[in-house]
């Protein structure tokens, strides 16, 4: 019986010890937008500084440093604020090559809400300022990507929902100075958006992809298209070279996988790339042969485009409507690594159907398909999704997952709820 015991007691605590949670401090939970998925970035590094970005529960932007492997936090409460009641204005936060912390808060189709820094590796903002002047009136969805070179690309919708624009401009490091390079990179002709996910890769090339969304309504998203630069933003090209006439539009568009609507796909997801600069897309729909919404890698290799499906999941649910969605599961987050058949995938992801808590779904081959699903923490984060700090993964391999639970009422509902602890949650 002690044997018994003292087994059981050894598994519990490693599983506890496992999770490594590590605590930042109380933010606002009455809806996810602390937690969005589309957040470019919650956490990021660089050297063995860290800093994350949170609201608080009045509302105020909150940023939080800490040295790499040190469980205490140095936390600043900026003076800006945010419509913490609409799930869209989420904090996107980015460290360029000098060390200055870029932050942008608070859109969903209004002026641009930017500051950076005071000096580097500073968790001081300085006054909210422009980046170019144009096309900076009508912001939603701003993301931060860095260049390796430490130069930015900032992009963000133009428009509204079912009628925008990308926006995508450039930071040069030497000068300090923004550039916008297009402002209707991808164009919906009036018509239609694009949904972006992107990343930039070890030799700097930008990748895109996105589904287009005609209406409002989620249930009107359709397809995945592709487009790449080679030129830090100037040019775009299809996987196959063959250069784009800009802008771009659902005409000219790379088709990567044709996906019709009402298929329960969803926008907004990630992207990364292999090694060898392949790339890699992560989202969920339903088809003919799954009844039930699955997460799914969409990746290039020389055979064309391909798809791979987790399909571990037994219920059913649908898209449609418009403002923030209650969704049994989280749109997915995906890393890579390797290159070739040797390719390793890891999903993050949260599902209703394992108790909400934070999962991942690890592949050791693109040969294989057998996906080992494990769970990261013993507790639900209810509606979060995940982000994880980019720039540590490229550099050392090793991943920081930001963590808080949260509540989402469906149709950008709040919950009345206290606030909830933000965590960074250490992975292998």
């Given at each position: 019986m002690k044997y018994h015991f003292?087994?059981?007691?050894?598994?519990?605590c490693g599983f506890i010890t496992s999770q490594k949670l590590i605590p930042v401090g109380d933010g606002w939970a009455g809806n996810s937008i602390n937690t969005v998925v589309f957040r470019k970035n919650s956490v990021v590094s660089k050297g063995n500084i860290q800093f994350t970005a949170y609201y608080n529960n009045d509302g105020?932007?909150?940023?939080?440093?800490?040295?790499?492997?040190?469980?205490?936090?140095?936390?600043?409460?900026?003076?800006?604020?945010?419509?913490?009641?609409?799930?869209?204005?989420?904090?996107?936060?980015?460290?360029?090559?000098?060390?200055?912390?870029?932050?942008?808060?608070?859109?969903?189709?209004?002026?641009?809400?930017?500051?950076?820094?005071?000096?580097?590796?500073?968790?001081?903002?300085?006054?909210?300022?422009?980046?170019?002047?144009?096309?900076?009136?009508?912001?939603?969805?701003?993301?931060?990507?860095?260049?390796?070179?430490?130069?930015?690309?900032?992009?963000?919708?133009?428009?509204?929902?079912?009628?925008?624009?990308?926006?995508?401009?450039?930071?040069?490091?030497?000068?300090?100075?923004?550039?916008?390079?297009?402002?209707?990179?991808?164009?919906?002709?009036?018509?239609?958006?694009?949904?972006?996910?992107a990343c930039i890769d070890k030799q700097g090339v930008i990748h895109i992809s996105w589904v287009w969304r005609s209406s409002p309504d989620v249930a009107s998203n359709n397809s995945m298209c592709y487009a790449r630069s080679t030129d830090s933003g100037k040019s775009w090209e299809k996987s196959t070279g063959e250069k784009y006439q800009l802008p771009i539009n659902a005409a000219n568009a790379e088709y990567a996988w044709k996906i019709p609507q009402r298929s329960e796909l969803i926008n907004q997801t990630s992207m990364t790339t292999d090694d060898a600069g392949n790339p890699f897309i992560a989202t969920y729909w339903r088809d003919s042969i799954s009844p039930f919404p699955q997460y799914r890698i969409i990746y290039k290799t020389t055979s064309g485009w391909q798809t791979k499906c987790v399909c571990s999941r037994k219920t059913g649910f649908s898209l449609s409507g418009g403002g923030t969605k209650r969704i049994p599961i989280s749109r997915p987050q995906i890393l890579v690594k390797g290159k070739g058949e040797k390719t390793r995938i890891t999903i993050l992801f949260r599902d209703e159907e394992r108790d909400s808590k934070v999962s991942k779904a690890d592949l050791n081959s693109l040969k294989s398909d057998e996906w080992r699903i494990t769970d990261l923490t013993d507790f639900s984060v209810g509606e979060w999704e995940p982000t994880y700090d980019t720039e540590l993964w490229k550099a050392k391999s090793k991943l920081n997952i930001f963590v808080q639970k949260v509540f989402q009422v469906d149709g950008e509902g709040v919950a009345n709820v206290k606030p909830e602890m933000v965590y960074i949650l250490e992975d292998k």
């Amino acid at each position: 019986m002690k044997y018994h015991f003292l087994l059981l007691y050894i598994f519990i605590c490693g599983f506890i010890t496992s999770q490594k949670l590590i605590p930042v401090g109380d933010g606002w939970a009455g809806n996810s937008i602390n937690t969005v998925v589309f957040r470019k970035n919650s956490v990021v590094s660089k050297g063995n500084i860290q800093f994350t970005a949170y609201y608080n529960n009045d509302g105020f932007l909150t940023i939080a440093k800490r040295k790499l492997n040190s469980k205490k936090w140095e936390i600043t409460t900026a003076k800006y604020k945010g419509n913490i009641k609409d799930a869209h204005n989420s904090i996107s936060i980015m460290l360029d090559g000098d060390g200055y912390l870029h932050v942008s808060w608070d859109h969903h189709g209004n002026e641009l809400r930017y500051a950076r820094s005071v000096k580097p590796y500073s968790a001081e903002l300085g006054q909210k300022m422009q980046m170019t002047g144009q096309n900076e009136t009508n912001v939603t969805y701003p993301e931060f990507y860095n260049f390796p070179n430490g130069d930015l690309i900032f992009m963000y919708r133009d428009g509204r929902s079912g009628k925008g624009n990308l926006v995508m401009n450039r930071y040069d490091l030497k000068t300090k100075t923004w550039e916008q390079l297009h402002s209707n990179l991808i164009d919906g002709e009036n018509r239609q958006n694009a949904y972006w996910q992107a990343c930039i890769d070890k030799q700097g090339v930008i990748h895109i992809s996105w589904v287009w969304r005609s209406s409002p309504d989620v249930a009107s998203n359709n397809s995945m298209c592709y487009a790449r630069s080679t030129d830090s933003g100037k040019s775009w090209e299809k996987s196959t070279g063959e250069k784009y006439q800009l802008p771009i539009n659902a005409a000219n568009a790379e088709y990567a996988w044709k996906i019709p609507q009402r298929s329960e796909l969803i926008n907004q997801t990630s992207m990364t790339t292999d090694d060898a600069g392949n790339p890699f897309i992560a989202t969920y729909w339903r088809d003919s042969i799954s009844p039930f919404p699955q997460y799914r890698i969409i990746y290039k290799t020389t055979s064309g485009w391909q798809t791979k499906c987790v399909c571990s999941r037994k219920t059913g649910f649908s898209l449609s409507g418009g403002g923030t969605k209650r969704i049994p599961i989280s749109r997915p987050q995906i890393l890579v690594k390797g290159k070739g058949e040797k390719t390793r995938i890891t999903i993050l992801f949260r599902d209703e159907e394992r108790d909400s808590k934070v999962s991942k779904a690890d592949l050791n081959s693109l040969k294989s398909d057998e996906w080992r699903i494990t769970d990261l923490t013993d507790f639900s984060v209810g509606e979060w999704e995940p982000t994880y700090d980019t720039e540590l993964w490229k550099a050392k391999s090793k991943l920081n997952i930001f963590v808080q639970k949260v509540f989402q009422v469906d149709g950008e509902g709040v919950a009345n709820v206290k606030p909830e602890m933000v965590y960074i949650l250490e992975d292998k």
